[in-house]
């Protein structure tokens, strides 16, 4: 799906985009945890200068009001996917356009490479059914799986146990945030912008792992009559 000229406050966008031809965007632990930083402080109309809060952690770091709410994301190593609510006007747009400027400028400078960094302008899907606003807590939050197990929506799942443990192990998503985590990025989330789908942790994962034994066809099923 196109990405949508415009955005409207008060509704919810799923937000993506990867490296130019397909290339890895993330290549090492400096590399995530430079877009992890940028995800909260690029959520502001306040200028900044990442020299002045590199060494900083996002905790006591003055970013202001944001201009977007966050409710899930993920970094994989060639692509990202936020689900955001558009909650200022033109918030989204200028979001994302501080993060591909910002991340874009510290990798070409650290890998001493020039041109675009990612393909193209942003992506982003407008959600208007509950059902599919749900479903992409699932969707986003076990893009990891694919790391272990690149097949698992058209195969089936091979080691379920294993593929938990490994999504409630890797720490550049937000999973660790709706599982009750004390870490300084649960403050990248906005999670009362969004519908309180999961009450308890354990309804959280619950619903996380049901998705791990589903295959592909239900996955474009559901897409299909939310889209």
Wanted: hydrophobic share 35%; charged share 30%; with cysteine.
């Amino acid at each position: 799906m196109q990405r949508q000229h415009t955005f409207s406050i008060g509704e919810y966008y799923h937000v993506y985009n990867r490296g130019v031809e397909k290339r890895d965007i993330f290549v090492d632990k400096k590399d995530r945890e430079r877009f992890h930083k940028l995800l909260y402080i690029a959520n502001s109309t306040i200028p900044f200068r990442f020299i002045e809060i590199e060494n900083k952690s996002i905790e006591i770091i003055n970013r202001g009001d944001p201009i977007v709410a966050i409710g899930a994301y993920v970094l994989m190593p060639n692509h990202f996917h936020i689900l955001a609510k558009e909650i200022t006007q033109n918030g989204l747009s200028t979001f994302m356009k501080k993060i591909a400027t910002g991340y874009s400028m510290y990798f070409n400078k650290k890998y001493e490479r020039v041109g675009p960094l990612f393909q193209g302008r942003f992506k982003a899907e407008h959600v208007v059914r509950d059902e599919h606003l749900k479903y992409l807590y699932a969707y986003i939050h076990l893009n990891p799986v694919k790391l272990i197990e690149p097949k698992w929506k058209e195969t089936g799942i091979k080691n379920k146990d294993r593929a938990f443990k490994f999504i409630e192990r890797y720490y550049y998503s937000s999973y660790e945030d709706y599982c009750n985590a004390k870490r300084q990025e649960g403050k990248i989330l906005t999670k009362d912008e969004f519908p309180q789908y999961f009450s308890k942790t354990y309804d959280f994962k619950t619903y996380i792992h049901d998705w791990l034994t589903l295959k592909e066809e239900y996955f474009e099923t559901l897409q299909g009559r939310s889209s």
